[in-house]
């Protein structure tokens, strides 16, 4: 048989259409399926090796990941970023979410905690308590417009009579990798993050002690609803809560919420 460029139209599209039904028959993902997941910037390592887990258990399909500040990112899906996953710093965030109607209400969970802490450059001076803050230099905190940490921060130095006080002395990072950044770098004398980013460069930073006086640490994760593949998000959600996906999380350093 002669195949003429009309033919071969004619045979491509039905080689295409085959390939959909085999996929709905059998249960597969389409051609060069793609989703987004959008992820608050302390959980960047943990989703990447998740992301990269999902994916082979979910051949061509392909899982997209957006790391930043939980504010700037639900900005990005009330602007219309197409999202299907979305996993806050805060509760604070995702009610936002939840009142802006771009997520899913029914398949909001809460899939880890963590731990606010203060740190400060390797083998440098250590406070034994937040008051001793007043004797130091430059500390770095998140923004607290914009960065659930630097909301938690605020939250326990207003609780500890601190927040005032050391008002001169602040450094804002735009999420808290960034405040992470600048005391691992020794740009600053100390810094408020998450235990779980602490323990990603022991080598440069030492933990002075767990911060109290705040909202417990949970991160929720919800489907959004401006992404194009709604199926995908809800078996990557599913996948996170999961023992093995929890097992994943808990190497990273986060615990059960």
Do not use: C
Request: net charge neutral; glycine share 8%.
């Amino acid at each position: 048989m002669i195949y003429s460029p009309k033919t071969k139209g004619i045979a491509m599209g039905m080689k295409t259409i085959l390939f959909a039904v085999a996929a709905l028959l059998f249960g597969g993902w389409t051609y060069a399926a793609e989703m987004t997941v959008s992820g608050a910037a302390s959980l960047t390592n943990a989703f990447t090796e998740l992301a990269g887990i999902f994916e082979k258990k979910h051949p061509g399909l392909s899982v997209n990941t957006n790391y930043a500040a939980s504010n700037p990112l639900l900005k990005q899906i009330v602007e219309g970023a197409p999202v299907d996953v979305f996993a806050s710093a805060d509760q604070a965030t995702m009610d936002k979410a939840g009142e802006a109607k771009v997520v899913d209400p029914a398949t909001r969970k809460n899939f880890a905690a963590n731990d606010l802490v203060l740190i400060v450059p390797k083998n440098s001076q250590m406070p034994t308590y937040l008051r001793n803050l007043e004797k130091f230099g430059r500390i770095a905190v998140g923004n607290h417009d914009s960065v659930p940490a630097g909301r938690y921060t605020r939250d326990a130095l207003i609780h500890a009579g601190l927040y005032d006080k050391l008002k001169d002395k602040y450094i804002q990072g735009a999420s808290v990798r960034q405040v992470l950044d600048y005391v691992a770098r020794g740009e600053v004398d100390a810094g408020f993050v998450y235990r779980t980013d602490a323990e990603q460069m022991k080598d440069k930073v030492d933990i002075a002690m767990i911060v109290e006086g705040h909202d417990p640490v949970t991160y929720p994760i919800a489907v959004a609803i401006t992404g194009n593949n709604p199926k995908a998000g809800q078996e990557f959600l599913n996948f996170v809560l999961s023992p093995e996906g929890q097992a994943v999380l808990a190497k990273y350093g986060f615990s059960k919420p």
